[in-house]
Each structure stands twice: as structure tokens, then as C-alpha cells.
């Protein structure tokens, strides 16, 4: 049974030139042309994928995209003619899988396509990870450090999630990127240092901790000081 997607996209040309494309690759495409039908479409739950477009009528994208994940994890990537670093860090702290600009390969999103499809399952883990008094349950999704809750974002989550399963080794902003995010983030890799900043005003800041560490040149690291 073919994968189905749902683009979200007013620009006609543009939704009818990727419908046929993701048709071509065996993807079953629904269209939708506003912010508003697309939500009611994609609150249907019968999308293994969604293509969001940031300005839509009747509802912007980024507040379908919030609307989405109230009650779904179904992979969603960002599609706009916006590129700063900030709007990239808003889409995704939002809940966006990834991003992408417009003008834009189809070869590229295609691949992006597959990585998104293929980096959805959710992390799961028998054990709590842990280290200098934070716990992390990979199941639940929580987070405590010394048994008081930290709340964080998804992203954040899963950022801390990696960085905790490489407990004691150095990892760079690329392989961050590659591993957090799902795909080469083509060069912006200080979004990690933001996601580091929201990590450490969370933990670091709060608990008056040196938690994430940082190497200079190489990346970051967590040490277990416990």
C-alpha cells in the first residue's frame, strides 16, 4: 500500500508540479490550498507525511502546524520562501520534522521525503538514562533532575535524548544535526548552539549545574560527574 501525503501549499502550480512528482515515486498526494481545510484534512489522522506551507490563508501554517501536534507526530516539512536561522528555529520548535526553501530541487525534497519517513519511529529505551543527577525516560518522555521535572520542547528532548545515549563522548554540530534533526541542515549547524542555549537555560541555569559541556572547535559533550 502506497505511503499517502498531504501538501498544504495556496500556490497551485507548485502543489500540482509536487503532487505529480511524489505521484511519479508511488506516493498516494491529497491537495489542500488553505490553512484551514488542510488542518481539518490532516486532523482526519490518514497522512503518513504532510508538506506545510508557512503563508496560507484563513491559517498560517505555523499555527496548523501547532494545531497538528496537539494530537498527532505525523512527520511534517516546513516549505517557505523564509530562510534566517530564527525562522528555521521557530518551525522546528514547533514541532516540524524539517525545512525547506523555496525555490527548491524535487530531487531534494524527495530525499528529504524519505529521511523524514524513515526517522519517525519514536525513541524508545528499557532503561532510564542518567547522569550528575538528571534522569531521562525515553518511554515517557520525561525529564527530571533531581526529581524535579524539566519541561522541554520535542526538540530539545531529542537533542538531550542523543546527547545523553553518547554519555562521555564529544559530538559535533553536524552529526547533531544529522542525528537529531534527520537530515543535513546545509551549513546553519548554530542552530544546534541555540538548542544548546534552551538546554542549558533548562538545566544548566536552573540547577546552577555545568551539565552540557562545550569543546571548543569540536562540539558538545555531557559528562557524568556523579
Given amino acids: 500500500m502506497s505511503q499517502t501525503i498531504l501538501i498544504i501549499e495556496d500556490e497551485e502550480k507548485i502543489a500540482r508540479f509536487v503532487e505529480l512528482e511524489l505521484g511519479y515515486e508511488g506516493y498516494t498526494v491529497t491537495k489542500a490550498f488553505d490553512g484551514r481545510t488542510g488542518l481539518e484534512l490532516a ?24 494545531r497538528i501536534r496537539r494530537t498527532s507526530a505525523v512527520p511534517i516539512i516546513m516549505l517557505t520562501a523564509r530562510d534566517s536561522v530564527m525562522d528555521k528555529v521557530s518551525g522546528l520548535d514547533s514541532g516540524a520534522n524539517d525545512y525547506i526553501t523555496k525555490p527548491f530541487a524535487i530531487e531534494e525534497l524527495l530525499a528529504r521525503i524519505r529521511n523524514a519517513l524513515r526517522n519517525t519511529a519514536p525513541l524508545s529505551s528499557t532503561e532510564v538514562l542518567s547522569a550528575s543527577g538528571l534522569e531521562l525516560d525515553a518511554d515517557r518522555r520525561t525529564v527530571t533532575m533531581r526529581g524535579k521535572p524539566v519541561d522541554l520542547t520535542k526538540r530539545e528532548f531529542d537533542l538531550l535524548h542523543f546527547l545523553l545515549k553518547n554519555k562521555g563522548i564529544v559530538l559535533s554540530r553536524e552529526s547533531l544535526l544529522e542525528n537529531v534533526w534527520g537530515f543535513d541542515f546545509a551549513g546553519d549547524t548554530n542552530a544546534v548552539d541555540v538548542y544548546i542555549r534552551f538546554l542549558r537555560g533548562k538545566i544548566d541555569e536552573v540547577f546552577n549545574v555545568k551539565f552540557i559541556h562545550t569543546v571548543r572547535g569540536v562540539g558538545y559533550v555531557i559528562k557524568d560527574d556523579q
Fill in 43 to 66: 486532523e482526519t489522522g490518514r497522512f503518513d507525511l504532510i508538506l506545510l506551507d508557512v503563508m496560507l490563508p484563513k491559517l498560517n501554517g505555523t499555527e496548523v502546524l501547532r
